[in-house]
């Protein structure tokens, strides 16, 4: 590179032959400059790119507009508290009829996924046979239609729960994604955010009441 | 008796092929690099295990602080020469009767993501240093009196019509202040948007696993 060696071109007119030394360029500073940028560049490049989990929410209700009914044998409800802690219930809460009884659980992979997996069972397997497939090699299709695929297999489903979730005050923002991204990992296909009512406020509060080591601050 | 003396040689180490591999590094780093941006505020952003990766630009992004200040920031488009966000500023300023000067629309350009009222905006872009920015960002008001949130989203969306708009909030930022930012966003016909997150593994129940 920093070696130019020049030639004789015209041997035979008995020239004298003038022997050139090769001129040597100390490379040292470059090499330093050149490490020292590269340093650089490796330490500020961020490698990693933020991931992040599309939302889709429905419109806002027109007025006058009555919103979709739903089927209460479907409706798994799921109201999020303080201190990283989920209260669970099937179906809905009527204050005219006796309430349902709330279910403790918590984040981890036994807590509430094992529950919307046992809901969300049959729906969960087909999808993860079609995730399994595609990646075994079993299934050739592109990858980008997979997508489309499991979307079909959503929309046809018409055992699995409709989750509804509910965030009680004081919840952290963690809190909801992690229980949005419960939902993309036991591939529940339809969920929603909503509002928590006076009813399950109250459930909640006898909820705490009756076991008061759930507010408590001891992790497990 | 004579000694036979060795000329001491220094040896010489041909670099060029290290020099050579440095040089293609560098280049390979210079190319990929993407500078981390100042950003108002540190967000430690919670995890999920979506793995679709954020999208490079025509994107607002709407930071939420561990102490539930709203951030605003929104890109230049595909490149610079667009300079959306100086027109996002400009209408801004119109429309609260601000008058920025060319040199504060060039600054502004140049900054990322800020969480002054519009009031403030001239002194912020007039700030000496970023110390001096840091202590003005007091979060974007979002009350329902002055939203000014909702305007920042507007007119970023009246200058670049292909927006994507991405959530970065701190996982232990209080849920209520992220639902008042969904609510701002669905007010503006928004009702699809990403939620940033860390990656993390997915876990299984025991008797989920390979069924």
Known sequence: MAEIVQEESHKGKGKKKVKKHGTHIDMTPMVDLACLLLTFFMLTTAFNKPKVMEIILPEKPKENEKPPELDKSRALNILLIDNDKVLWYNGLADPNKTLPDLQLANFSKEGIRKVLLQRNKELFLKVDKLKKDVIEGKLKIPRDSVEGRIKRLYKADKFGPIVLIKAADGVKYRNVVDIIDEMAITNVARYSLVDINPVEKKMVQSFKNSNPSVTAINKP | ?211
């Not at chain 2, 979002?142 to 909702?150: F, G």
């Open chain 2, 1 to 211: 008796m004579g000694k036979i003396k060795l000329a001491v040689k220094t040896p010489r180490i041909d670099m060029t092929p290290m020099v050579d591999l440095f040089f293609l590094l560098l280049v390979f780093f210079i190319l990929t690099a993407t500078f981390r941006p100042e950003e108002a505020a540190p967000i430690d952003t919670p995890t999920s295990t979506s793995q679709t990766p954020i999208p490079d630009n025509h994107l607002v992004t709407i930071l939420i602080s561990k102490d539930d200040k709203v951030f605003f920031n929104v890109d230049n488009g595909s490149d610079s020469t667009e300079h959306i966000r100086g027109k996002v500023l400009q209408a801004i300023g119109s429309n609260y009767k601000i008058k920025f000067t060319p040199k504060e629309v060039k600054k502004f350009e140049g900054l990322a993501s800020f969480g002054v009222p519009a009031t403030k905006l001239k002194d912020f872009l007039n700030a000496p240093d970023t110390k001096a920015r840091e202590a003005m960002q007091s979060g974007i008001p979002i009350d329902s009196t002055d939203n000014q949130l909702m305007m920042w989203i507007r007119f970023a969306r009246t200058y670049n019509n292909d927006l994507a708009f991405a959530i970065k909030g701190d996982g232990s930022a209080n849920y209520p202040a992220v639902k008042k930012v969904i609510a701002v966003l669905q007010d503006n016909n928004v009702n699809k948007f990403n939620l940033t997150t860390d990656l993390k593994a997915v876990e299984l129940p025991s008797d989920f696993i390979n069924k």
